[in-house]
């Protein structure tokens, strides 16, 4: 892995010193950015920080990324549809949404955004979010372009998603990778995963 995704962050240090981390099942859900390949980064740094991670890929996220990398990094097999063959009677979604201590979602999409804010249930991702046991935490780093982020039916779903106890994470300013400078790049990862450790305790 290249130098510039080394943990910099004292907080990251802080939690990696921690054993509360160890085994606590983080599912991380991929979406359709171009900034998803950036997720497989994060998949290496929670699992190295002893998460149990269990990588859920929308349909788009896996035009931009395939599961390959995250299978290998997270040392688990990839939910990439919700009708995965899974070993066991309980279907993967439910299980894995019993099992969340924090369903950390990035890159996430303008798409996936307005799917949790509706309770819309199309995909295994979205299946997790609605079947969540309570006591998991919800942390969501969105990426997208910046008139997308800002547009009003953007701005009423990050709402109504942080009454319901959704924390959200970024998205930055900077050059987008359509060509706009502007807010809506995903946060940095090392960041991200600072974040959802210190929401795992
Ligand atoms: C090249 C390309 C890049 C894209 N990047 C983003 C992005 O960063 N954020 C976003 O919200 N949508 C982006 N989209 C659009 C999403 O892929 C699209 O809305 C898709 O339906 C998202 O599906 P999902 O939320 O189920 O993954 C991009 C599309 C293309 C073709």
């Known amino acids: 892995m290249s130098s510039k995704f080394k943990v910099q962050s004292s907080k990251l240090k802080a939690a990696r010193r921690s054993p509360a ?20 980064d994060l998949a290496s740094l929670l699992t190295k920080q002893g998460c149990d991670v269990r990588v859920v890929m929308t349909a788009d996220a896996q035009r931009f990324v395939t599961p390959l990398p995250f299978k290998t990094l997270s040392r688990h097999p990839v939910v990439t549809d919700l009708y995965d063959e899974v070993e066991g009677w309980k279907p993967a979604h439910i299980q894995l949404a019993d099992e969340a201590a924090l369903l950390l979602i990035a890159p996430a999409t303008a798409n996936t955004i307005a799917k949790l804010a509706l309770g819309l249930a199309d995909d295994a991702l979205n299946c997790i979010a609605l079947a969540l046991n309570p006591r998991a935490k919800i942390l969501i780093a969105p990426a997208m372009n910046g008139k997308m982020w800002l547009h009003p039916a953007t701005r009423e779903n990050v709402a109504r998603l942080k009454r319901r106890g959704a924390q959200f994470i970024g998205p930055e300013e900077g050059l987008l990778s359509c060509g706009y400078e502007g807010i809506g790049r995903l946060w940095p990862v090392d960041q991200v995963a600072a974040r959802a450790l210190e929401l795992l305790g």
């Open 21 to 40: 981390v160890g085994g606590r099942c983080v599912v991380l859900g991929v979406t359709g950015s171009i900034a998803a390949h950036k997720a497989v």
